[in-house]
């Protein structure tokens, strides 16, 4: 069993900051990247920031020089810097993790519950 906990949402000024984090626990063999994904209302889940095993990472366009991922080496654990906040980032952020369980499994995305992160003035 898998779980992935986020704490770090809350409500924001435009042109504020907030740090998400996701805590990862349970029977993890082996992981190969974690990832923020986010979803607005009426919207579709989308791609936020992915951070790999070797610690390179990946980012939306509409995230790029004001969202920075990063990646705790001692546990399985990720933070979202987000700095420069606009409203249209208003939407719940989930914490994915891609991994398997044990050697001869195959490799599946968990994901958290999502924190609320709200944009506005």
């Known amino acids: 069993q898998v779980q992935l906990v986020e704490s770090g949402g809350g409500l924001v000024q435009p042109g504020g900051s907030l740090r998400l984090s996701c805590a990862a626990s349970?029977?993890?063999?082996?992981?190969?990247?974690m990832g923020w994904y986010r979803q607005a209302p009426g919207k579709q889940r989308e791609l936020v920031a992915t951070?790999?095993?070797?610690?390179?990472?990946n980012y939306a366009d509409s995230v790029k020089d004001r969202f920075s991922v990063s990646r705790d080496n001692t546990k399985i654990a990720m933070y979202l810097q987000m700095n420069s906040l606009k409203p249209e980032d208003t939407a719940v952020y989930y914490c994915?993790?891609?991994?398997?369980?044990?050697?001869?499994?195959?490799?599946?995305?968990?994901w958290g519950p999502g924190t609320q992160v709200t944009v506005s003035s």
């Open positions: 951070i790999n095993r070797d610690g390179s990472t």
């Open positions: 349970g029977s993890i063999f082996i992981f190969y990247y």
């Open positions: 994915c993790l891609f991994a398997r369980t044990d050697r001869d499994g195959s490799p599946d995305n968990y």
